[in-house]
């Protein structure tokens, strides 16, 4: 059963990454209303007769949702069942169905209703947080037999608090780049890094949509060089811990790829190529970050253990 559970998880893991990147290609191509208004039948049909481009990736979208919904409730719910007992496992068992049930209702309102292009924003950083679920669920389960273990890993409180930090701003970065593509601000700067290279500071002369574009820009470059100081940081500290050191430094990598695709979506024109490729590494980044969440919480439930462990040998000393 474990390793049914074990397929399982990996399927689910990459199917949530073809739900993000779905998510995103709905988006950059526009067709949110390839099904018209209906949902979750397609124009009203289960087999639509009239194709068209946007219709093709909004319906594939809705059923790669569907399926892998049903794998991720089907991972929940054995986990549940089978190795409920560890640690994390229940919580993270109704994280990632809550927050893709939710998904997926406001992509459904989004369809039937409509929605601010604010309220929009907020989908993909939902779905980040169910493959975030769902990522860490597969990485306990293959923890059972040891493959993989990073349980004498121990962080210390100043740095547990600055990846929690980090990783709360990541999800700000995430909307601001969200509600660039849903306000249709991609292309409003043609410059990079500025929105205007000859006037880097004429702030005032922007308009809305370059103020959400620069905004985001700002956020990702503070997000850019302060993942980079961390790395320091864990060089400096944690250089003889496998876990800590190439991890953070597939984190830096995939930072400088991402920032990478966001000077390229500009130079190319929005290139969908280059921004589903965007929306792919800052999922691995967020993806990391959640599992050194992970490993934070249970150094500090270490720290909180060991001085009782401490105290307990101390009184039995005195006795």
């Not at 068209?52 to 089907?74: A, D, N």
């Not at 059972?144 to 700000?172: C, G, N, P, W």
Request: proline share 2%; with cysteine.
């Amino acid at each position: 059963m474990i390793r049914t559970i074990k397929w399982l998880s990996v399927v689910s893991t990459i199917g949530m990454v073809f739900i993000l990147i779905g998510g995103a290609l709905v988006t950059k191509t526009d067709s949110g209303m390839g099904c018209g208004s209906s949902w979750p039948l397609c124009n009203g049909q289960l087999f639509p007769s009239e194709i068209t481009p946007e219709l093709i990736i909004e319906y594939s979208h809705r059923l790669v949702s569907t399926v892998i919904g049903v794998t991720v409730l089907s991972l929940a719910i054995l986990s549940w069942k089978i190795i409920g007992h560890i640690r994390e496992v229940k919580f993270l068992a109704f994280l990632s169905v809550f927050f893709l049930i939710l998904q997926g209702l406001i992509g459904a309102a989004a369809v039937v209703w409509g929605q601010s292009d604010f309220v929009l924003a907020l989908h993909f950083g939902i779905s980040l947080v169910s493959f975030a679920a769902v990522f860490l669920l597969m990485l306990l389960i293959f923890e059972i037999d040891q493959k993989l273990d990073a349980t004498s890993l121990f962080i210390k409180k100043v740095h547990r608090v600055e990846i929690y930090l980090l990783t709360v701003y990541t999800i700000i970065v995430v909307y601001t780049g969200a509600l660039v593509r849903h306000v249709n601000a991609n292309l409003v700067c043609p410059d990079w890094p500025f929105c205007f290279n000859d006037a880097p500071l004429l702030f005032s002369n922007y308009n809305f949509y370059q103020w959400i574009q620069m905004g985001h820009r700002f956020f990702a470059g503070i997000l850019f060089i302060w993942t980079a100081i961390f790395f320091i940081k864990v060089f400096k500290h944690y250089r003889q811990s496998r876990v800590m050191y190439w991890g953070w430094l597939s984190t830096l990598f995939l930072i400088v790829a991402q920032v990478i695709c966001g000077a390229l979506i500009i130079f190319s024109q929005l290139n969908l190529w280059i921004a589903l490729l965007h929306a792919l590494f800052i999922t691995c980044f967020f993806g990391n970050l959640s599992y050194f969440i992970l490993l934070s919480n249970r150094s500090a439930k270490q720290e909180v253990i060991a001085p009782n462990i401490a105290t307990s040998l101390e009184v039995e000393t005195k006795h």
